[in-house]
């Protein structure tokens, strides 16, 4: 069936470091989302792209998505304490309206 | 976008009784999803929630165990049946508004705890 791969799973930093997540979907995706979800608290949509090879910044996030659309990634330049969380990425799934989501990668940054 | 909360917040229940779980969206939404999340891990689908008609139920879960209501647009119930301590987890609900995105908003979710 259709999954949606994300890695890597944790991912722990000194703060000021980069950080990226790599998202990838065993079939095309007509868009792509991610979410964040801070710990104890609920999933949060960050963005949503949609065009082949698109490219989105939300300050110091930059997202991209495949120009084979089954591919994405999250970048975080220079973490800040407040990027802590878990980070998911999620398409459609076929043959319905649901949302398909990935394992998530958990960041963590030391101060 | 959506304003949803959902009650209780947590509950801890005894093996063999059932809770249901209640979730209410500040304006009308035409798609309302179950999720179920394990701490530490991701979104598990249970179904989705339809207006008027039986619930869509995810590959692993069924209406007996997980029925769903959805009597409008803007509430929805999950009711976890005789609970066994497998049932512990975080169930979340979450809306699709209508206009062509994708993006779910979360309701702050139920922690649920089977002794």
């Known amino acids: 069936g259709q999954q949606v791969m994300q890695i890597p799973q944790y991912q722990h930093v000194q703060e000021g470091e980069d950080f990226t997540t790599y998202c990838n979907s065993s079939t095309t995706l007509s868009n792509i989302q991610w979410y964040k979800q801070r710990p104890g608290g609920h999933p949060v949509f960050l963005i949503q792209?949609?065009?082949?090879?698109e490219v989105k910044k939300q300050k110091r996030l930059t997202f991209q998505f495949g120009e084979a659309k089954k591919n994405s990634s999250l970048h975080i330049t220079a973490t800040q304490t407040t990027d802590v969380g878990t980070y998911f990425c999620?398409?459609?799934?076929?043959?319905?309206?649901?949302?398909?989501f990935g394992a998530g990668t958990r960041l963590f940054v030391k101060a | 976008s959506a304003v949803i909360s959902q009650k209780p917040s947590r509950d801890i229940c005894q093996r063999g009784t059932s809770l249901t779980i209640q979730c209410q969206v500040d304006s009308q939404v035409t798609m309302m999803f179950w999720y179920r999340q394990q701490p530490g891990q991701s979104l598990t689908l249970i179904a989705t929630a339809n207006q008027g008609s039986e619930a869509t139920y995810e590959s692993g879960f069924v209406i007996d165990k997980f029925p769903i209501s959805r009597p409008n647009l803007t509430f929805s119930t999950l009711t976890v049946s005789n609970m066994s301590p497998e049932d512990s987890s975080i169930y979340l609900c979450?809306?699709?508004?209508?206009?062509?995105?994708?993006?779910?908003?979360f309701g702050p979710g139920t922690r649920l705890t089977v002794l």
């Open positions: 979450s809306v699709e508004m209508a206009g062509g995105s994708n993006e779910q908003f």
């Open positions: 999620a398409g459609p799934g076929t043959g319905g309206f649901k949302t398909i």
């Open positions: 792209l949609v065009k082949s090879g």
